[in-house]
Each structure stands twice: as structure tokens, then as C-alpha cells.
């Protein structure tokens, strides 16, 4: 089975920044596209960014675009998000995922049927 453990969550003030890490085991890491999802209390889980295979392809939901750098390390089998310009309405448990697929060329806003395993979470928190 795909193992998935997220890192690098913690407090921090708004405008700081984080980087998240997520590293994979259980197959192999660099044929398959992945992806960063956040759930706030009483919120749906949502999209964040993906990353595809190669790293030549990376998306962003809207209200990150410009703040967060999805990349990819094949050779550590490791994604990592780095958040910047934090605001409170970042806070959230960020969850790393990979796809269900392998070589997918662009991973486009996808929903939970789109992902084949997911990490346990690592919680960030905004203050104001």
C-alpha cells in the first residue's frame, strides 16, 4: 500500500509562511501526479494545488494562486507545498494525495473519487 506522511504544520501569524513536505513509499513516486487538499472545521475537503509526473505541469485552486509553490523531489519521493502570505482563512488540515492514475499529464482540480491514497493530515493554523 501507498504510504503518504505530510510534515512541517504548525502556528503562525498571517503573513508568515510555511513549507509543507509529504514523502511517499509503497510505489513508485515518479510516475504518478500529486496533489495538496486542505478541510477546515465545518468545510468541505477541497483542492489546493497538483503537481503532474514529470513537474512540468502544476495547478492552483484561486484564492492561492501567487502565495503557495507546489514542487517535487522524484529522487526523495517527496512533494512539498510552500505556503506564503499565510491568512487565517488558510487555516485548515492539509492532506498530501497522489493520483489514482499513473503518468497523467495535468491533474485538474481534482475531487476525492481522483485520488488513490491519502496522507493523515498536518495542521495549519493562522493567526490574525
Known amino acids: 500500500q501507498v504510504q503518504l506522511v505530510e510534515s512541517g504544520g504548525g502556528l503562525v501569524q498571517a503573513g508568515g509562511s510555511l513549507r509543507l513536505s509529504c514523502k511517499a513509499s509503497?510505489?513508485?513516486?515518479?510516475?504518478?501526479?500529486m496533489g495538496w487538499f486542505r478541510q477546515a472545521p465545518g468545510k468541505e475537503r477541497e483542492f489546493v494545488a497538483t503537481?503532474?509526473?514529470?513537474?512540468?505541469?502544476?495547478t492552483y485552486t484561486d484564492s492561492v494562486k501567487g502565495r503557495f509553490t507546489i514542487s517535487r523531489d522524484n529522487a526523495k519521493n517527496t512533494v512539498y507545498l510552500q505556503m506564503n502570505s499565510l491568512q487565517p482563512e488558510d487555516t485548515a488540515v492539509y492532506y498530501c494525495?497522489?493520483?489514482?492514475?499513473?503518468?497523467?499529464?495535468?491533474?485538474?482540480?481534482?475531487?476525492?473519487?481522483?485520488?488513490?491514497?491519502w496522507g493523515q493530515g498536518t495542521q495549519v493554523t493562522v493567526s490574525s
Open positions: 503537481i503532474n509526473w514529470s513537474g512540468g505541469s502544476r
Open positions: 494525495a497522489i493520483d489514482r492514475l499513473q503518468l497523467r499529464n495535468s491533474w485538474i482540480e481534482p475531487g476525492p473519487a481522483d485520488v488513490g491514497s
Open positions: 509503497g510505489r513508485t513516486f515518479s510516475i504518478y501526479a
